[in-house]
């Protein structure tokens, strides 16, 4: 099995409802790296829930991490500090002012929506990052519903959206309708990249497994690669997905 890059996560100690101490944020890296999981891009919630995590700190805690995790666990992993954005009228001026991050200071850019987002809203949510220059990634895209017409995948594609998924739908652990349709949009090619969307060690810990069992036996070596890492260092490097 190929190693993963994991490009949502919620590892950073005491930001939002993820690890709650470095204890559990290693704990939680262990666990990933059995799986295969050799880097991972933190991704803590900015929303009305969470409005003020700082830029700095979670850079700051991104480094902390990375350093207690190589000591601890004796491994290379590699930590990446971005964040998911709950969109809303002011995050691209709080994007353009540098109080909410991209992912790894490229011009990539994880938001999420309500799962019954309109699709107009999140379409002009696309329309208006990709104008200001960025791109936008859809986090945990299974979720929205407005998604499930056909054809309005591929036309947020065509206007620049990136399409992650989780894994645990793919794997086929969740809603049985949820898990079709993931699986649907992998065997279209049109999924960018996977993550675990971790937040603990238990109920939504790392769970990679079966939907690369899944893959294996469903897609080709080529398009596993892409979706599991190499979309992924096409995106830390700043290059066209």
């Not at 056909?150 to 652990?173: D, I, T």
């Not at 675990?196 to 897609?219: C, F, I, Q, S, Y």
Request: contains cysteine; positive net charge.
């Amino acid at each position: 099995m190929t190693w993963i890059i994991d490009t949502h996560s919620h590892i950073l100690p005491g930001l939002d409802d993820g690890a709650s101490d470095m204890q559990e944020s290693i704990r939680m890296l262990r666990q990933a790296g059995q799986q295969g999981i050799r880097g991972v891009i933190a991704t803590p919630h900015y929303s009305g829930r969470f409005p003020n995590i700082c830029p700095d700190r979670i850079r700051r805690l991104c480094r902390e991490v990375q350093a207690q995790a190589r000591a601890r666990l004796k491994t290379e992993i590699q930590i990446w500090p971005g964040q998911e954005i709950m969109y809303s009228e002011d995050a691209l001026s709080l994007l353009e002012e540098e109080k909410l991050l991209t992912i790894a200071g490229t011009r990539y850019v994880m938001v999420e929506f309500l799962p019954a987002a309109p699709y107009s809203y999140i379409f002009s949510a696309v329309r208006e990052l990709t104008l200001a220059g960025y791109r936008p990634v859809l986090a945990h895209a299974e979720r929205y519903q407005a998604l499930r017409e056909e054809g309005r995948l591929e036309e947020l594609k065509k206007q620049g959206a990136c399409v992650q998924l989780n894994f645990r739908p793919a794997g086929g652990k969740w809603h049985q309708g949820t898990a079709r349709w993931c699986r649907k949009i992998l065997r279209r090619g049109l999924a960018d990249f996977l993550g675990t969307d971790m937040h603990n060690t238990e109920g939504r810990g790392p769970e990679t497994e079966r939907a690369v069992r899944w893959m294996e036996k469903e897609l080709s070596s080529s398009y596993i690669e892409a979706v599991l890492k190499r979309n992924a260092m096409g995106l830390l490097e700043g290059k066209e997905i």
